[in-house]
């Protein structure tokens, strides 16, 4: 299998502002806004819809918050150069600011584990099926097999339909699932309020870096990184 590039540029001149609706918003909705009004001057304005994800269930790039400052993430070799070409043409725009542009690249491909390998999960927002019945983490708690039947779904998606892979022919384990913790609203997309949670679980499956799952992860919500 040919690997996948990954890659994340934080723009650390570029603070996000919180929504003042939400006190649990990113801010990455106006960063996205802003970023697209500079594709659309490019050479290339045809990445736009690339940047755009709005009839994209998978989004290849994705917009996040990195400790308080503006970041693009690139999943896969496509999205990937499409990042690197905007960071290209936001220097140019302000070369003063390209000392502060800081990249971060990865290469992928999926490995089964003998052992399993444990992540931690970032605002991990649920569907909107279970607004209504997710009112508290210990609801939540309660419906830990959802989560585990979720998070395979999720894992399945990332791995296949954003980056392309083949799942190898095993199955693939969930286990080891924490207690969530962190129950908290958010706004990822300037309309409604969604739910969301920090849990950390292991699988038997090396999953990519630098990457996100589940809903909001266009807008940096479902953030994985390994324990």
């Given at each position: 299998?040919?690997?996948?590039?990954?890659?994340?540029?934080?723009?650390?001149?570029r603070?996000?502002?919180?929504?003042?609706?939400?006190?649990?918003?990113?801010?990455?909705a106006?960063?996205?806004?802003?970023?697209?009004?500079?594709?659309?001057?490019?050479?290339?304005?045809?990445?736009?819809?690339?940047?755009?994800?709005?009839?994209?269930?998978?989004?290849?790039?994705?917009?996040?918050?990195?400790?308080?400052?503006?970041?693009?993430a690139?999943?896969?070799?496509?999205?990937?150069?499409?990042?690197?070409?905007?960071a290209?043409?936001?220097?140019?725009?302000?070369?003063?600011?390209?000392?502060?542009?800081h990249?971060?690249?990865?290469?992928?491909?999926?490995?089964q584990?003998?052992?399993?390998?444990?992540?931690?999960?970032?605002?991990?927002?649920?569907?909107?099926?279970?607004?209504?019945?997710?009112?508290?983490?210990?609801?939540?708690?309660?419906?830990?097999?959802?989560?585990?039947?979720?998070?395979?779904?999720?894992?399945?998606?990332?791995?296949?339909?954003?980056?392309?892979?083949?799942?190898?022919?095993y199955?693939?384990?969930?286990?080891?699932?924490?207690?969530?913790?962190?129950?908290?609203t958010?706004?990822?997309?300037?309309?409604?309020?969604?739910?969301?949670?920090?849990?950390?679980?292991?699988?038997?499956?090396?999953?990519?870096?630098?990457?996100?799952?589940?809903?909001?992860?266009?807008?940096?919500?479902?953030?994985?990184?390994?324990?």
């Amino acid at each position: 299998m040919t690997p996948q590039t990954i890659t994340q540029i934080t723009f650390y001149d570029r603070k996000l502002k919180t929504s003042e609706k939400s006190s649990q918003s990113l801010g990455t909705a106006k960063w996205q806004g802003d970023v697209l009004d500079i594709v659309k001057q490019t050479e290339h304005p045809e990445l736009y819809h690339l940047f755009h994800n709005k009839k994209s269930d998978y989004p290849l790039i994705q917009f996040r918050n990195d400790q308080g400052f503006a970041a693009l993430a690139g999943i896969g070799n496509k999205a990937s150069w499409a990042v690197g070409y905007f960071a290209e043409a936001y220097m140019k725009q302000e070369p003063e600011k390209s000392k502060n542009i800081h990249q971060q690249t990865a290469y992928y491909t999926p490995v089964q584990l003998a052992e399993p390998q444990t992540y931690h999960i970032e605002r991990y927002l649920f569907p909107r099926s279970k607004r209504n019945s997710y009112q508290n983490l210990k609801s939540v708690w309660k419906d830990v097999d959802d989560i585990t039947k979720r998070l395979k779904k999720n894992i399945d998606e990332l791995v296949h339909k954003q980056l392309g892979f083949s799942l190898p022919d095993y199955t693939l384990e969930i286990k080891n699932i924490s207690e969530p913790k962190s129950f908290r609203t958010y706004k990822p997309f300037g309309t409604f309020f969604e739910r969301g949670i920090q849990l950390r679980f292991s699988t038997n499956i090396l999953l990519p870096p630098l990457t996100a799952i589940a809903t909001g992860k266009s807008k940096g919500y479902g953030c994985i990184k390994k324990v």
